[in-house]
């Protein structure tokens, strides 16, 4: 035999006999993938692979508000939604964006506080931050979702970790095949590494099941594949919401404790507040707006203020508990009229009270303040002579607008008080005598309770 016919022969089989020589047939697992990705390429050839990042928090109802939030995709800072749109009903879009194939990671942080909290709750004053991250692979042609909700955890051992985010990631063609059957195809493979999110494990398919792919047909030559055009809506920049401190200061010439409600937009806050010196006074952490602070004590007079919280401002509220009189010198209500033991009395032309007569105001701060759903509605009246005829409207109304706005100074809503105006028309005694027209110079106190 030839020599070089058996060295050739010796080379052949050495080389079959090399290790890693004999390829391993593919697996069926395999060529459904690189049909998977011949079509992708036949289909979407210039596209590249994206993302969409969304985000569904809790239900307003739930009593829990996002007050911050930090999206971070492969260690870049995402521009989002502001803080009031994330905290609305749904799910809402934070991103969408065009990546690169391969492998990416999300790092989702949000901050929640108890919107519905009160002083006797366990998560009085919390704050969660919770931090959860999540790895995904992206492919061309594919849109990869990933969804980050924050759930309660309802039997943890702590109040701290009562809340926990997860990620949910899923997979779609960015353009079906015109035509064809759609092919349900699982996601990408998907690695997460948080400790607060948890993704329940999901069973891998029959592997005595058929696999269907979806035939294609060659695409034409010289013939290029639409474009897939995706809309995208840009970002909105996110403004941080701050918590703002409101502080409560209560004095007293001997030691009580008064309730304190704070009112705003929800639920109203009731908590106790010690007057005794040296005791810090208490601070509610609360969202900016508007507020009404009522203070209600045993034995005092019962007070109000209204406060204005700007975001992330802190604000004082400060209150001088006063004895309450005998019941015998309290404010009566008689038919929806209040009577004053001493009645708010005017001098000639004057469109203010009497300072003598001020003190009845306190009284009517208290009862206003414990009756929190009614309002009060001022009556001004003159007498016949004081002024002419064409005045006495005028005079009327500036004396019921002067007592609705000492009642305001002294802490009452402004909505919860109107003044009108009724000139001489409904005299109370008569004119004729100077006690009768000294009478009829008054502001009638109607109690709305409706």
């Keep these: 035999m030839d020599s070089s016919f058996l060295q050739i022969g010796s080379l052949v089989l050495a080389g079959l006999l090399a290790p890693g020589a004999l390829a391993a047939e593919p697996t069926r697992e395999d060529q459904v993938r690189a049909e998977l990705e011949r079509q992708l390429r036949a289909m979407v050839p210039e596209s590249p692979a994206e993302v969409q990042l969304l985000f569904e928090g809790f239900k307003p109802e739930d009593g829990y508000r996002l007050v911050e939030t930090d999206f971070l995709l492969d260690g870049e800072p995402l521009a989002v939604p502001a803080i009031e749109e994330l905290n609305a009903k749904g799910v ?30 366990e998560t009085n004053g919390f704050l969660w931050k919770i931090t959860a991250s999540v790895g995904f ?13 924050p759930s309660v955890v309802p039997n943890a051992p702590d109040p701290r970790l009562k809340l926990k985010l997860t990620h949910a990631v899923t997979a779609e063609m960015i353009q079906p095949p015109q035509d064809e059957p759609v092919v349900a195809t699982a996601p990408p493979p998907v690695k997460n590494t ?20 979806a035939q294609l047909p060659p695409p034409d030559a010289g013939v290029k594949p639409p474009a897939t055009v995706v809309s995208v809506t840009p970002p909105v920049e996110r403004t941080p919401v701050a918590l703002s401190r409101l502080r409560l200061q209560v004095t007293s010439k001997k030691p009580t404790s008064a309730t304190a409600f704070v009112r705003g937009a929800g639920e109203p806050v009731k908590l106790t507040v010690p007057t005794a010196p040296g005791r810090k006074p208490p601070e509610l952490p609360l969202s900016a707006g508007a507020y009404t602070v009522d203070l209600i004590a045993d034995g005092f007079l019962a007070q109000t203020r209204q406060v204005e919280l700007a975001s992330g401002a802190d604000a004082s509220v400060a209150f001088a508990l006063v004895p309450a009189p005998k019941a015998a010198q309290a404010a009566k209500v008689q038919e929806d009229r209040v009577e004053l033991p001493r009645p708010l009395s005017f001098d000639e032309k004057k469109p203010m009270p009497v300072k003598a007569s001020l003190a009845g105001l ?27 005829e064409p005045a006495r409207q005028s005079l009327s109304d500036a004396r019921a607008r002067a007592v609705a706005d000492l009642l305001v100074r002294a802490g009452l809503a402004p909505s919860r008080v109107e003044a009108v105006g009724l000139g001489d028309r409904s005299p109370k005694a008569p004119n004729l005598i100077p006690r009768g027209r000294e009478l009829n110079r008054r502001v009638e106190l109607v109690l709305l309770r409706r």
Excluded: C, I, M
């Excluded at 969408?96 to 519905?116: A, D, I, Q």
């Excluded at 492919?139 to 990933?146: E, I, K, P, S, Y």
């Excluded at 607060?196 to 099941?209: Q, V």
């Design 137 to 149: 692979q992206t492919q061309r042609g594919l849109r990869v979702l990933v969804k980050a909700s």
């Design 362 to 388: 306190d009284l009517l701060v208290d009862l206003l303040v414990r009756e929190p759903k009614a309002r009060l509605r001022v009556e001004g009246h003159t007498d016949s002579r004081e002024v002419p």
């Design 92 to 121: 809402h879009r934070l991103a969408v964006l065009k990546v690169e194939p391969g492998e990416h990671t999300l790092v989702s942080r949000v901050t929640y506080t108890n919107g519905s909290w009160s002083l006797f709750s």
């Design 194 to 213: 948080s400790v607060d999110a948890g993704t329940a494990a999901k069973s891998p398919p029959d592997a005595g099941s058929p696999v269907k792919v």
